[in-house]
C-alpha cells in the first residue's frame, strides 16, 4: 500500500509570491490533515478534511492560506501571498477513520 | 504553558542501556496518545498509540498516567538505529482528531 505522498518535496520562493502545495493521502482515506513545523517549535495543526469538507480548520494562520480537497482524493494548500514566516516544513497525515495518523514526507517550504 | 511538553534531550546512551522518557500533557480531556519518531529531515512515523494504561512492542514500553496527566516511553537494549527524536502527541476525542505535539526528545545512542 502505497504511503501518503507530497509534492514538491522543497520549494524556494520570494516574499508576495504563490506557493501551492499538493498531498495525495492514502488510498481510502477520507481523512486528510495539514500539518506545518516552524524551525525550533512543534508540529502545528492547520486544518482537517473528512471526504472534501473541512471538518477544522482552527489552525489555519490567516486568510493568505487557502486548502482545498476537491472531490475528497488529493488537497491542496496554497499560501497567496507568501511571507518570511510562512517558512518551514509542511506536512500532510490521513487515517481511514481511527485515530492512527500517517505522514507523508513533508514539503520544506523556504521563503526568502 | 504548552498543552504537550517534553523534555527536549539531547539523552546520551550507550549501546544496550535502558532510557525512558516523559511527556506531559496539561488537557484532561485528552484521551489518546501517540508515541512517534523522527528521524533528521524526514515524516513522523508512528511508533506507538497509547489508549489506556499502556502499550508493549518489543523492545518499547509506552505506559499512561492520567491521574498525573503524563506519558512515558521505556526503550529497552537501545540500538544505534534508535537514535532520533520521539515526538509525544495527543488527541482530544471530543469529535476533533487533530494531535497536538510535543517539541520531542532526541535520543542519541553512541556505540
Known amino acids: 500500500e502505497a504511503g501518503v505522498t507530497q509534492f514538491p518535496s522543497h520549494s524556494v520562493i520570494e516574499k508576495g509570491q504563490t506557493v501551492t502545495l499538493r498531498c495525495d493521502p492514502i488510498s481510502g482515506h477520507d481523512n486528510l490533515y495539514w500539518y506545518r513545523r516552524v524551525m525550533g517549535k512543534e508540529i502545528k495543526f492547520l486544518l482537517h478534511f473528512v471526504k472534501e469538507s473541512k471538518q477544522d480548520e482552527s489552525g489555519m494562520p490567516n486568510n493568505r492560506f487557502l486548502a482545498e480537497r476537491t472531490g475528497g482524493t488529493y488537497s491542496t494548500l496554497k499560501v497567496q501571498p507568501a511571507e518570511l514566516e510562512d517558512s518551514g516544513v509542511y506536512f500532510c497525515?490521513?487515517?481511514?477513520?481511527?485515530?492512527?495518523?500517517?505522514f507523508g514526507p513533508g514539503t520544506r517550504l523556504t521563503v526568502l | 504553558r504548552k498543552e504537550v511538553e517534553q523534555d527536549p534531550g539531547p539523552f546520551n546512551v550507550p549501546e544496550g542501556a535502558t532510557v525512558a522518557f516523559n511527556c506531559t500533557y496539561s488537557n484532561s480531556a485528552s484521551q489518546s496518545f501517540f508515541w512517534y519518531r523522527q528521524d533528521c529531515r524526514k515524516e513522523p512515523k508512528l511508533l506507538m498509540s497509547v489508549y489506556s494504561s499502556g502499550n508493549e512492542d518489543g523492545r518499547f514500553t509506552a505506559q499512561l498516567n492520567r491521574a498525573s496527566q503524563y506519558i512515558s516511553l521505556l526503550i529497552r537494549d537501545s540500538k544505534l538505529s534508535d537514535s532520533a527524536t520521539y515526538l509525544c502527541a495527543a488527541i482530544r476525542n471530543t469529535g476533533f482528531q487533530k494531535l497536538v505535539f510535543g517539541t520531542g526528545t532526541r535520543l542519541l545512542v553512541s556505540p
Open positions: 497525515a490521513s487515517t481511514r477513520g481511527g485515530n492512527e495518523q500517517f
